[in-house]
């Protein structure tokens, strides 16, 4: 992982191209309101009926978006993946060229690349939707039905690429933990204590090691799969259409997963905003739809490995000088809060096996 200076000298050439894009001459609509999200890998600009969304010039080991040229071709990979769940929100790739002035789709030359998507109103994101108490069964049924066709129809091949699943017991999920646990070392006794980190490290090596058959039938019965990858409720429109956006690009070894992974992230999601009963029903759902009526042997392992990543998310936020110190407080907050969780996860799987 790059240090925090490291990371800083890169993401300084971006900084004229984001003050450009909080001015309206800058788009090509004028746009009469903009308004700046960040996660610790994008910039998102909210900018009238359009947004419109940058990669940081960051690498954090399982991601690398430090050229212009990397960039650009994750962003066209962001438009193509995204088309199979939100193909209406995901619209083009535009350049942002400089000559005497920054602009999109302008004249001179290209210094940075955008996706361009439809902007949907952010009251309508699932997790704020849910802080109302307006996610109703029914919503829950239609996402369910949703990720349960989308499953079945996506790629399982399990020769694709570099993943020879058949070599060795899943290697992607122990190279995925392993990953992890290097990653969040850094953060031992800022978001997480090292007795949770160890508790968490020794259970998930234990279960692998002695569950190999489940990992090698789940391979087997075809229900290992490029999947979206990053289901959970901040990435789901609820609208008169259900759009889930925001699909792992960056890293096809953590989108190439058993689908447990994918529904289990926003069951965990569910639980994690204390919505324990929907998140049941979402599972009961999926089962009935999907008939993946063993997927529940490894829900809790799949649930642990989200919530632990969900916390290391939240962890890196804490080197992100882009990020204000109220930010990084909620941030440390939540990333705490997820390991709770992951070491909860820990105990359910580790007594029913």
Same mark, same amino acid.
């Given at each position: ?8 000298? $890169? ?13 309206? &001459? ?8 903009? @308004? ?15 947004? %419109?969304?940058?990669? !940081? ?13 990397? =960039? ?10 995204? *088309? ?14 400089? +000559? ?27 997790? *704020?939707?849910?802080?109302? /108490? !307006? ?21 399982? &091949? ?31 006794? #800022? ?30 019965? =075809? $229900? ?10 901040? &990435? ?14 960056? &890293?096809?070894?953590? =989108? ?12 965990? @999601?569910?639980?994690?905003? /204390? #919505? ?19 997927? $529940?042997?490894?829900?809790?392992? %799949? !649930? ?12 890196? $936020? +804490?080197?992100?000088? /882009? ?21 909860? %996860?820990?105990?359910?799987?580790? !007594?029913?096996?």
């Amino acid at each position: 992982m790059l240090t925090s200076r490291k990371k800083r000298s $890169k993401l300084s050439g971006q900084y004229e191209i984001i003050e450009a894009l909080k001015n309206p &001459n800058t788009y090509e609509t004028k746009p009469k309101k903009i @308004d700046l999200i960040q996660t610790h890998i994008s910039f998102i600009f909210l900018a009238d009926r359009f947004a %419109y969304k940058i990669k !940081k010039a960051v690498e954090f080991g399982f991601l690398d978006f430090t050229t212009l040229e990397k =960039r650009r071709k994750f962003c066209e990979k962001e438009l193509e993946i995204n *088309k199979k769940l939100a193909k209406d929100m995901y619209l083009e790739v535009v350049p942002i060229n400089k +000559l005497d002035e920054i602009k999109i789709k302008g004249k001179g030359k290209t210094v940075e690349y955008a996706v361009k998507m439809k902007n949907i109103s952010q009251k309508k994101l699932m997790n *704020k939707l849910l802080e109302k /108490n !307006k996610i109703t069964k029914e919503i829950i049924d239609q996402i369910s039905r949703i990720i349960s066709d989308f499953h079945s129809r996506i790629e399982y &091949n399990s020769n694709v690429g570099d993943f020879n699943y058949q070599v060795k017991l899943d290697p992607i999920v122990e190279i995925n933990w392993k990953e992890n646990f290097e990653q969040t070392k850094t953060f031992i006794d #800022k978001t997480i204590s090292s007795e949770k980190f160890s508790l968490i490290r020794k259970s998930i090596e234990n279960f692998i090691k002695n569950n190999e058959d489940l990992f090698r039938n789940r391979m087997k019965n =075809r $229900k290992v799969r490029f999947c979206h990858g990053d289901i959970h409720s901040g &990435n789901i429109f609820i609208t008169k259409k259900i759009y889930i956006f925001d699909a792992i690009e960056f &890293n096809d070894r953590i =989108r190439y997963s058993d689908v447990i992974s994918d529904i289990g992230f926003l069951a965990m @999601d569910l639980e994690f905003r /204390n #919505k324990p009963k929907l998140a049941q029903y979402l599972i009961e759902k999926y089962i009935e739809y999907s008939k993946d009526v063993k997927l $529940k042997k490894l829900l809790p392992f %799949y !649930k642990c490995y989200r919530a632990y990543v969900r916390g290391k998310v939240a962890s890196l $936020k +804490l080197n992100d000088k /882009n990020i204000d110190k109220k930010e990084i407080i909620k941030a440390r907050k939540e990333a705490q809060s997820y390991f709770d969780l992951a070491v909860k %996860y820990t105990l359910d799987f580790s !007594k029913n096996f």
